[in-house]
C-alpha cells in the first residue's frame, strides 16, 4: 500500500524551529515530486514548498515561508525534510506532505498522487 506518514510536528515558541519528516512507504519516493502543504483552521490549503523528483536539484517556496523553510529529500531513507526557522504565529497549522509521479509537482494541490495524514505546528508563546 502506498503511503506518506508525516512526522515532527509539535508546539514551539515563535522564533522556534521544527524539522518535519515526510516517510514514504510501498513506493520509491525518488520517482515522485513532493510538497508540502499547510491548513490552519478556518483556512483553505496552503503551498509551503515543493522538491523535484531524483536528487531534488529544484525547490520552489511560498512567499511566507520563503528564507524561513528548507525542503531536501533523502532517497536512500525514502524521506523528504521540511526545516523551518524563525516561526510565527500565522505558522501554525496542520502540515502535509504529497507526492506527484512527475519532476515538478506544482503549487496548487492539485495532480498529487498521494496525500499523507499530516501532522500539527503550533506556534504560541
Known amino acids: 500500500q502506498e503511503q506518506l506518514v508525516e512526522s515532527g510536528g509539535g508546539s514551539v515558541q515563535p522564533g522556534g524551529s521544527l524539522s518535519l519528516s515526510c516517510e514514504a512507504s510501498g513506493f520509491t519516493l525518488s520517482d515522485y515530486g513532493v510538497g508540502w502543504f499547510r491548513q490552519a483552521e478556518r483556512r483553505g490549503r496552503d503551498f509551503v514548498a515543493a522538491?523535484?523528483?531524483?536528487?531534488?536539484?529544484?525547490?520552489g517556496y511560498a512567499d511566507s515561508v520563503k528564507g524561513r523553510a528548507t525542503i531536501s529529500r533523502d532517497n536512500a531513507k525514502n524521506m523528504v525534510y521540511l526545516q523551518l526557522n524563525g516561526l510565527k504565529p500565522d505558522d501554525t497549522a496542520i502540515y502535509y506532505c504529497?507526492?506527484?509521479?512527475?519532476?515538478?509537482?506544482?503549487?496548487?494541490?492539485?495532480?498529487?498522487?498521494?496525500w499523507g495524514q499530516g501532522t500539527q505546528v503550533t506556534v504560541s508563546s
Open positions: 522538491i523535484s523528483w531524483g536528487i531534488g536539484g529544484t525547490t
Open positions: 504529497a507526492a506527484r509521479r512527475t519532476h515538478w509537482p506544482g503549487d496548487t494541490g492539485f495532480g498529487y498522487d498521494i
